[in-house]
C-alpha cells in the first residue's frame, strides 16, 4: 500500500463522524479534539466523514458534507493519517487538497461514476467498500442466495475497476450495508475468502447493529464485542479495522501480531 508501509500487526482506523445523527457517536463541533483522542488512544489513521450511512438515513447535499468534513481534515493533516469517508468524489478532492491520504468509499465507486477516476489520478490509497445502494433503502437489497461468494464476486468486480486504472484498492465487505446479521456472521465467519481477493481487507464491525441483535445490548454497550471482532479480523490479517473505540482494538491488534496469526 502507497504511503503505508507494513506495520506487522493490522492497522486501527479510528472513526470521526463529523455528522449530527450517525447511529451511535456523532461530533460536529469538537471533531478535531475527538480525532486528537483517538490518536491518543493508539488509532493508526483517523476516518473523517460527513454523511450517516445507518439504514435508512437520508443523503446530505454535498455543501453540507463539505462544510462539515473539510474543516475537521485540514484541522487533523499533519499531526495524523486522514482518510475521508465519502461516496462523492468532489468531496474526496476538497479531501485530499485539505490533507487527506485515503480515500474510503462505502460504494466502492458504485455511487459517482468520478471517484475512480479521481483517486486514480491523485495517486491516493482507496478502500472500495460491498454496496448494493444508498442507505435510504438499502436493507431492501439484503438478499443472498450465497452472501459469501456473492459478496465476493461483487468485490471482485470493484477491485478489477480499481486495478484497471491502477488505483491501490483496500477491500471492505461492508458489514451491515445491504445485509441482515446473519449475513454479517457468515461474512465474519469467512474472512479467508475475502483475503482471497488478494487486496489489503478493511473491516467495520464497530457498534453495528448485528452486534447488538446478539447481545441484545444498545450501541453504547457494543465496544467489547467490536473488539472481538478486532482479534477475529487481526487473525485473518485483516489490514485495518474502522472503530470508535480505539484503546481496547489498539491493543487487541498488538496481542494478536505478539502471538502470530
Ligand atoms: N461503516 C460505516 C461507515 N463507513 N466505511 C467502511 N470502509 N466500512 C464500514 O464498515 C463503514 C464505513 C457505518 O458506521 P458509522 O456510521 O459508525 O461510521
Known sequence: ?????????????????????????????????????????????????????????????????????????????????????????????????????????????LADPQMLPFVAAAGVPYVAMHWRGHSADMQTRAVYDDVVAEVCAELAARRDAALALDVDVVLDPGLGFAKDADHSWALLQRLDALTALGRPLLVGASRKAFLGALLDKPAAQRDAATAAVTVLAAQAGAWAVRVHDVAPSADAVRVVARVGS
Not at 492497522?11 to 483517538?38: K, Q, Y
Not at 450517516?52 to 473539510?70: F, H, K, N, W
Not at 493533516?77 to 474510503?104: E, I, Y
Request: hydrophobic residues 45%; charged residues 25%.
Open 1 to 109: 500500500m502507497r504511503g503505508f508501509p507494513d506495520l506487522g500487526r493490522t492497522r486501527v482506523m479510528g472513526i470521526v463522524n463529523a455528522t449530527p445523527d450517525s447511529f451511535s457517536d456523532a461530533h460536529l463541533g469538537d471533531a478535531v479534539e475527538h480525532g486528537l483522542r483517538l490518536l491518543d488512544e493508539g488509532a493508526d489513521l483517523l476516518d473523517v466523514g460527513g454523511e450517516s450511512t445507518r439504514p435508512g438515513a437520508a443523503r446530505v447535499c454535498e455543501d453540507e458534507e463539505l462544510a462539515r468534513v473539510v474543516p475537521v481534515i485540514a484541522g487533523l493533516a499533519g499531526r495524523a493519517a486522514v482518510s475521508v469517508d465519502t461516496t462523492r468524489a468532489s468531496v474526496a478532492q476538497a479531501a485530499v487538497d485539505a490533507g487527506a491520504v485515503l480515500v474510503n468509499d462505502v460504494s466502492g465507486g
